[in-house]
C-alpha cells in the first residue's frame, strides 16, 4: 500500500508554540494529547519539598485529539524525527531506559532565569528608554535581540541558534498587577 505524503500549503496563520510538558489520555475511540508550559521561574526548587506529589501549575498550549491510526503514525515520526535529531546516533529506543531526572525543570535552569531576572530587574530602568514595550531576549546583562512581537522574536532567535533556554520578557515599567472579577454571590 502507498503512503500518502501531506504537505502543507503555508504556516503563515500558524503561531509556534512552545511546550515542555505533555499528557496522553484514552478517550473512547481516540486518544488526547494535552501539550503545556510550565514556567520554570515559577517552580522553585523541587528537590526539597517534603511533600511526595508536588501539583504545579502549567499553561494549557493545545489539545490535539486523534484517532489511533494518526496516533500509530504520529509515535513513527516522531521516533524518525528523533533518531535524525539525536546527535548522539544512539538508537532512540534506548532513551526510554535512561534514568530519567528526579526533578523537573532541571535545577540549573531554575537558576538560570532567576539569575536572568535578577539582571533583568537591576536594568529595567535603563532598558525601558529603548526598549520599553518590546519583547527582549536578555542574557547576562545584554539584550540579544528585541521585537513588539514575541512569536517573531522567538523564531528569529531559534532560526539562528539550536533550540535553548532563554529569558523573553516584556519591559515594562512595572510588573503587570493581575485582577480577577469574582461575581457577587448574593445577587
Known amino acids: 500500500m502507498s503512503r500518502v505524503k501531506v504537505q502543507f500549503k503555508s504556516h503563515q496563520s500558524c503561531h509556534p508554540n512552545y511546550a515542555n510538558v505533555a499528557t496522553v489520555n484514552p478517550m473512547d475511540d481516540d486518544i488526547v494529547i494535552d501539550f503545556g508550559f510550565i514556567d520554570p521561574l515559577n517552580v522553585r526548587d523541587l528537590s526539597k519539598a517534603s511533600e511526595e506529589e508536588i501539583v504545579v501549575d502549567c499553561q494549557p498550549i493545545a489539545r490535539l485529539i486523534v484517532s489511533p491510526t494518526l496516533a500509530k503514525q504520529l509515535i513513527a515520526d516522531l521516533r524518525e524525527a528523533l533518531n535524525i535529531v539525536n546527535k548522539t546516533g544512539a538508537d532512540i529506543d534506548s532513551i526510554d531506559q535512561q534514568e530519567k531526572p528526579a526533578v523537573y525543570p532541571d535545577p540549573e535552569v531554575v537558576e538560570y532565569m532567576e539569575h536572568q531576572s535578577q539582571l533583568f530587574e ?66
Open 122 to 187: 537591576e536594568k529595567r530602568q535603563e532598558l525601558l528608554t529603548q526598549y520599553g514595550g518590546m519583547y527582549v531576549i536578555f542574557e547576562d546583562g545584554q539584550v540579544l535581540d528585541a521585537d513588539e512581537d514575541e512569536a517573531a522574536l522567538v523564531k528569529r532567535a531559534y532560526a539562528k541558534t539550536e533550540p535553548r533556554h532563554l529569558f523573553i520578557k516584556k519591559v515594562l515599567a512595572e510588573e503587570p498587577k493581575l485582577t480577577v472579577n469574582i461575581p457577587s454571590l448574593s445577587q
